[in-house]
């Protein structure tokens, strides 16, 4: 017990519990950890990874779903500040912010898994077949299993509705055979009671209702798919080995059809939102299955084509033009079968009716809230909306109703992995606010053993082949590459593995390590973009410095391009495996080195998000320097008038900004400007103009958050007429004294000007929610207006669907248009709009009193402080994140973070939520004090150097300087700065720069191994 005096409140725990083991709530645990907190994670099923884990393949990225998630599945099993608790659920939570008990039930998994060392055997041996719930049901497994190979923990479990001896006190034979002694059938439910300081709840997504899917056919007829099981056929891990055939009759088909909106804006099952992510994810999938039939017939039915997620309009764009889907706009039609085939009709927008027939019907299902989320609402005491989410405020989009619990993910509302992933880090730097007094008591340091010396020792290189299911191993020969690595000289072991990224084989490869003596690893399998820290880990746990490692990328160079050259991509993988072998031979041990972080953060940008990640990072406990150029804060949200719910937003937002002037933590300089940058993470030096003079900040991280601008249209005859608007004109005179002009009966709204080929290529995300928004608007001051929008897709996303059904039903007309046949205005006295309607199939026009236009975000000039931090933009001048999935609000430099509009288009809740992630994610170097930066840095030898510059200047991250040695000029490295590009290696005249890991000798013998 802590002592306190009367009137001193108790401390805070140390500890946060996260609900959930999905993408969201792994990603949460780790911040926590990193944040300095001890994490409970209590996952109900029997392993993390939740419905990422079952994915083929992410989109537009084209990874591996499993592979790039099993990095940081490993890496929450390895967090000694972690506690993974696996079928376990929150049964009460009681106390106050800070300082809360939950009782959490752990339910038997009659496997102890501090003993299992997933050898498999009790599946081998058990009698009891299942069907398997992991692949959909579509196939079978059995009672003793465990769900897939790179399950966290990987521990095998006892399905306790099919066990025999569980129901029947028969068989148990698992027992006999388990070598460890691992099978526990006396197990019992356990009842934890844990303190915690705050709450996360991430449990996910539900399943659609199978009487919604019975509708369209499924469970009726063997060929109608659900999204997930049709994701499980084409997965290489999945039931049919990646293979997509007819269930009806095992053929492969050749005319498949994606219906969307399955269980989403349909008022017949109560669901009247969009899930936000179906039309993406429909389209991932029928590109991945025209990878593996391309003459199959594709068509996709859509109601509205919401891909309005960062480049995925583009996306979306090329995935049709270069695989020629045929896309049908129409209501989910109807599916009938007769013999071996699927009859679908549907009318279209014209009115016209269809009918024809396909091998495979697969049903785009939405996501609803989880099973459970009334006991889980009770257990927590927090309120859930209409669906069965959690109830938020839009401006507190991750605070549930009860202060202290946290949401994240799917569970606040239907959205995607980056968002999902977003809300994780956002939801762990704002449950942790109040507890950071008690950041650090609770928590371990991981520890290594000491490094092996193996100077002077001859190389012995251990060599690892990844099947990666079929990824690598339906098309490469990989016991063929197996056995070719061990007649490579100096290699002294060879095997090959399933999953080289599964928490059991990073154990095996650490054991193989120690019994053989390896000095060099090698390892053949995925993108060392993704898994490379994974494997280097597991060297430092065996004893190795993490530097003699290489990888050689055979799925990426080998599998994946040479899919139809089965032989050749073997050859081609042995290559990379001689390569890898020579050029591991000559890796010596890089040493590490610890800096210290100076404890303050800069933000730049004093508009919403700004505003938000500083308040965010000074909560922390850290003090925070934020720049605005201009004189007030707020940036261009306060040029909104009113949000979706009738508040006027200008008021949280000025409230925000007095928070902030009000706040100890916080230095704020108006009117200033970022002029020049020097230094690297834990130790940026940053010159800001201001009106006194210029300003110098010593910061350890920073946050762009720079803002956007509303695109000016050049079309539909925008100034010249007084009554043709933009939405942002449109707000401002609906909150002044005289909304409307005198005697007005007619609106015409446009949508996507400027947007999605014209100026802007892609989706500004908004202004179908803001043009509905103000449509409703309108028609409360005056019912009789007809309002009119004129629209490509409405993408009213998530809970904005409820806004756009209100509209339609409040007689706003809604018409689709064709990009190449756009309205045509004509400016008169008042404006004219002709356009095309699909249904009287004819031209129409209207005089409207007042033209609105919708028009989009565009960057606001981003470039300078992109060279002075020397990140990357998008072609559209975004600032590009490191990882579109996994670090949505990181960038390339290490320290350096994003978030709102800077990043790309979104709305005032996901403007919040980005920028309490890029808040919390600046914060943990902050909380850790010191850094560890990566040790592939450049080194000059100075000898060879003869202090001419080049790589000085040449330089892009200014991690060179020269100095003065006896009166003679050298150059050297700093190494926190420096990010491994190479540039100044090979602009060096003398060849005195090397880089760690790519020497100059190392690369000359990858070269040389080539053509031996």
């Known amino acids: 017990m802590n002592a306190q005096t009367p009137n001193q409140a108790p401390s805070p725990i140390g500890a946060v519990m996260v609900v959930g083991g999905g993408v969201a709530g792994v990603q949460a645990a780790l911040d926590l950890s990193a944040l300095g907190y001890k994490v409970y994670l209590v996952e109900k099923s029997t392993a993390i990874g939740g419905i990422m884990a079952r994915l083929d393949k992410t989109f537009p990225?084209?990874?591996?779903?499993?592979?790039?998630?099993?990095?940081?599945?490993?890496?929450?099993?390895?967090?000694?500040?972690?506690?993974?608790?696996?079928?376990?659920?929150?049964?009460?939570?009681?106390?106050?912010?800070?300082?809360?008990?939950?009782?959490?039930?752990?339910?038997?998994?009659?496997?102890?898994?501090?003993?299992?060392?997933?050898?498999?055997?009790?599946?081998?041996?058990?009698?009891?077949?299942?069907?398997?719930g992991y692949n959909e049901n579509l196939c079978t497994t059995h009672a003793a299993r465990i769900d897939?190979?790179?399950?966290?923990?990987?521990?095998?479990?006892?399905?306790?509705?099919?066990?025999?001896?569980?129901?029947?006190?028969?068989?148990?034979?698992?027992?006999?055979?388990?070598?460890?002694?691992?099978?526990?059938?006396?197990?019992?439910?356990?009842?934890?009671?844990?303190?915690?300081?705050?709450?996360?709840?991430?449990?996910?997504?539900?399943?659609?209702?199978?009487?919604?899917?019975?509708?369209?056919?499924?469970?009726?007829?063997?060929?109608?798919l659900t999204a997930l099981e049709f994701e499980r056929l084409m997965c290489?891990?999945?039931?049919?080995?990646?293979?997509?055939?007819?269930?009806?009759?095992?053929?492969?088909?050749?005319?498949?059809?994606?219906?969307?909106?399955?269980?989403?804006?349909?008022?017949?099952?109560?669901?009247?939102?969009?899930?936000?992510?179906?039309?993406?994810?429909?389209?991932?999938?029928?590109?991945?299955?025209?990878?593996?039939?391309?003459?199959?017939?594709?068509?996709?039915f859509f109601m509205d084509i919401r891909t309005h997620g960062k480049g995925f309009d583009a996306a979306r764009e090329r995935a049709i033009a270069e695989n020629g889907f045929r896309v049908v706009y129409a209501r989910p039609p109807r599916v009938e079968g007769a013999g071996d085939r699927l009859f679908l009709s549907w009318t279209d927008e014209a009115g016209a009716s269809h009918c024809e027939d396909f091998d495979i019907v697969v049903l785009s299902q939405g996501l609803e809230?989880?099973?459970?989320?009334?006991?889980?609402?009770?257990?927590?005491?927090?309120?859930?909306?209409?669906?069965?989410?959690?109830?938020?405020?839009?401006?507190?989009?991750?605070?549930?109703?009860?202060?202290?619990?946290?949401?994240?993910?799917?569970?606040?509302?239907?959205?995607?992995?980056?968002?999902?992933?977003?809300?994780a880090s956002g939801a762990a730097g704002i449950a942790t606010a109040r507890l950071a007094p008690a950041r650090g008591r609770l928590t371990t340091t991981a520890t290594f053993p000491a490094e092996r010396e193996v100077a002077g020792e001859p190389p012995r290189v251990g060599v690892f082949v990844c099947h990666c299911g079929i990824n690598i191993g339906g098309v490469v020969d990989v016991p063929a590459v197996r056995d070719y690595a061990r007649t490579l000289p100096n290699v002294v072991h060879a095997s090959d593995n399933l999953y080289s990224c599964s928490?059991?084989?990073?154990?095996?490869?650490?054991?193989?390590?120690?019994?053989?003596?390896?000095?060099?690893?090698?390892?053949?399998?995925?993108?060392?973009?993704?898994?490379?820290?994974?494997?280097?880990?597991t060297l430092r746990e065996a004893g190795l410095n993490r530097a003699l490692f290489e990888m050689a990328n055979i799925r990426d160079q080998c599998s994946w391009v040479h899919m139809h050259e089965r032989e050749a991509a073997t050859e081609k993988a042995k290559d990379l495996v001689r390569m890898a072998v020579a050029k591991a031979c000559r890796l010596t041990p890089l040493g590490e080195q610890e800096l210290p972080v100076i404890p303050r953060a800069l933000v730049i940008g004093g508009g919403l998000a700004g505003l938000t990640a500083?308040?965010?990072?000074?909560?922390?406990?850290?003090?925070?320097?934020?720049?605005?150029?201009?004189?007030?804060?707020?940036?261009?949200?306060?040029?909104?008038?009113?949000?979706?719910?009738?508040?006027?937003?200008?008021?949280?937002?000025?409230?925000?900004?007095?928070r902030v002037r009000r706040h100890p933590r916080i230095t704020v300089l108006t009117g200033a400007k970022v002029s020049a940058v020097s230094g690297h993470v834990g130790r940026f030096t940053t010159t800001v103009d201001t009106r006194r003079g210029q300003e110098t900040v010593e910061h350890g991280v920073v946050v762009l958050a720079t803002g956007g601008r509303p695109h000016v249209p050049k079309r539909f005859g925008y100034g010249a007429s007084p009554r043709i608007l933009t939405q942002i004109d449109l707000e401002k005179r609906l909150a002044g004294s005289r909304p409307l002009p005198a005697r007005c009966r007619q609106v015409v709204m446009i949508q996507c000007v400027g947007s999605r080929g014209d100026d802007l290529p892609y989706c500004s995300r908004v202004c179908c929610g803001q043009a509905v928004?103000?449509?409703?608007?309108?028609?409360?001051?005056?019912?009789?207006?007809?309002?009119?929008?004129?629209?490509?897709?409405?993408?009213?996303?998530?809970?904005?669907?409820?806004?756009?059904?209100?509209?339609?039903?409040?007689?706003?007309?809604?018409?689709?248009?064709?990009?190449?046949?756009?309205?045509?205005?004509?400016?008169?006295?008042r404006p004219t709009v002709t356009y095309f309607d699909p249904i009287l199939g004819r031209d129409v026009e209207r005089t409207a009193d007042l033209l609105v236009l919708s028009t989009g975000i565009e960057a606001d000039d981003p470039t300078g402080l992109a060279r002075l931090f020397k990140v990357p933009l998008t072609a559209e001048g975004f600032f590009l994140e490191a990882h579109v999935k996994l670090r949505p609000v990181d960038l390339a430099v290490d320290g350096v973070f994003v978030c709102g509009l800077a990043h790309g288009p979104k709305n005032m809740e996901e403007t919040i939520a980005q920028a309490q992630a890029a808040g919390a994610r600046a914060c943990q170097p902050l909380a850790g004090g010191r850094i560890t930066p990566e040790p592939i840095v450049s080194s000059v030898d100075p000898e060879r150097c003869i202090g001419c510059g080049a790589c000085e200047s040449f330089c892009p991250y200014k991690a060179i300087e020269l100095y003065r040695e006896d009166k003679v000029r050298k150059a050297r490295v700093i190494a926190a700065a420096c990010k491994g590009c190479g540039i100044c290696a090979s602009r060096c005249p003398t060849l005195a720069i090397d880089m760690g890991r790519f020497t100059y000798e190392g690369i000359m013998a990858q070269i040389h191994a080539l053509r031996p």
């Open 369 to 423: 809230a989880p099973d459970d989320a009334e006991p889980l609402a009770e257990a927590a005491g927090i309120a859930l909306n209409r669906y069965h989410f959690a109830a938020t405020d839009p401006y507190a989009p991750l605070a549930t109703t009860r202060p202290g619990v946290y949401v994240a993910g799917a569970f606040q509302g239907p959205k995607d992995i980056p968002d999902s992933v977003t809300q």
């Open 614 to 658: 500083a308040l965010t990072i000074a909560e922390q406990g850290f003090v925070c320097t934020l720049v605005e150029r201009e004189q007030r804060l707020g940036g261009r949200a306060l040029l909104l008038s009113q949000d979706r719910f009738g508040t006027d937003p200008r008021k949280a937002i000025r409230e925000l900004a007095r």
């Open 236 to 300: 290489a891990s999945g039931p049919t080995g990646g293979e997509i055939v007819r269930i009806s009759n095992g053929r492969h088909p050749k005319k498949i059809a994606f219906l969307q909106c399955i269980g989403s804006r349909d008022s017949r099952c109560h669901n009247g939102y969009c899930s936000s992510v179906c039309c993406m994810y429909a389209i991932k999938q029928a590109t991945l299955a025209r990878e593996h039939d391309p003459e199959a017939a594709i068509t996709l």
């Open 61 to 132: 990225t084209n990874d591996c779903s499993l592979c790039i998630l099993a990095p940081k599945l490993v890496e929450t099993g390895r967090d000694p500040n972690i506690d993974i608790l696996t079928k376990a659920e929150l049964v009460s939570l009681h106390g106050e912010p800070g300082r809360f008990t939950a009782r959490v039930r752990k339910r038997p998994r009659y496997i102890d898994e501090t003993v299992c060392n997933g050898c498999g055997q009790c599946t081998q041996y058990c009698i009891r077949i299942v069907r398997d």
């Open 148 to 224: 897939f190979s790179q399950a966290v923990p990987t521990s095998y479990h006892i399905d306790p509705e099919a066990c025999l001896r569980l129901n029947h006190q028969t068989c148990g034979l698992c027992a006999v055979v388990c070598r460890t002694g691992a099978i526990r059938f006396d197990q019992q439910e356990e009842v934890l009671d844990l303190e915690v300081g705050a709450v996360i709840l991430a449990p996910g997504f539900g399943r659609v209702d199978t009487e919604v899917l019975g509708a369209y056919g499924w469970g009726r007829y063997d060929d109608v």
């Open 773 to 829: 928004k103000n449509a409703l608007r309108l028609k409360a001051l005056a019912p009789e207006i007809q309002v009119t929008i004129l629209y490509r897709d409405m993408r009213t996303y998530g809970f904005m669907e409820d806004a756009y059904r209100t509209a339609r039903e409040q007689g706003v007309i809604f018409t689709r248009y064709q990009p190449e046949r756009p309205p045509q205005v004509r400016v008169l006295a």
């Open 503 to 537: 928490q059991d084989t990073q154990r095996h490869m650490a054991d193989v390590i120690r019994r053989h003596g390896l000095n060099r690893v090698v390892v053949a399998a995925c993108t060392p973009r993704t898994h490379e820290p994974l494997f280097q880990a």
